[in-house]
């Protein structure tokens, strides 16, 4: 029986789902709890798409990724099922931890939106997991990252 997951994911789990890379058999079983596990939500803020977008088109421009293979990754993505959380309420409070903790303001959207909703961020980015270390905030690596690697 598959255990419910509820967390927020950046784009640097889901891109591992297009380009062959360490972690991608975590992200895949990740996002195939999506279909196999009724309870199971994956959220994004709705800027996700845009960042995702961004890292194919550098695949793509270093000629390591056709761009007939990126168009149909983004079909692909912007299939799941995942629960899109609007950029405006989670820039004030975004902002405050970008500064306090020195990261992007994107990533701390996510930060943010994983704080609003109570579940971990995951996430392939370790600048990210460094610069959060020792901080209330639940910032946790995809390929430790506890659902992942249990049997529930």
């Not at 994004?44 to 421009?61: D, G, I, S």
């Not at 309420?89 to 609003?116: F, K, Q």
């Amino acid at each position: 029986m598959n255990s419910p997951v509820r967390c927020v994911v950046d784009a640097s789990v889901a891109i591992k789902l297009f380009i062959e890379q360490e972690g991608s058999e975590q992200a895949e079983v990740l996002f195939a709890k999506l279909s196999t596990g009724p309870d199971t939500e994956l959220y994004v803020p709705e800027l996700f798409y845009a960042e995702c977008a961004n890292v194919l088109w550098q695949y793509v421009r270093r000629a390591n990724y056709p761009a007939t293979d990126a168009k149909a990754s983004l079909v692909r993505l912007k299939a799941l099922a995942l629960q899109r959380v609007a950029i405006p309420e989670l820039v004030n409070e975004a902002l405050d931890i970008a500064i306090a903790h020195n990261i992007s303001a994107y990533d701390a959207c996510y930060v943010e939106l994983s704080e609003r909703l109570k579940v971990p961020l995951v996430t392939a980015d370790s600048k990210l997991i460094r610069a959060l270390e020792g901080t209330n905030y639940q910032v946790l690596s995809l390929t430790t990252f506890p659902p992942l690697n249990s049997n529930g």
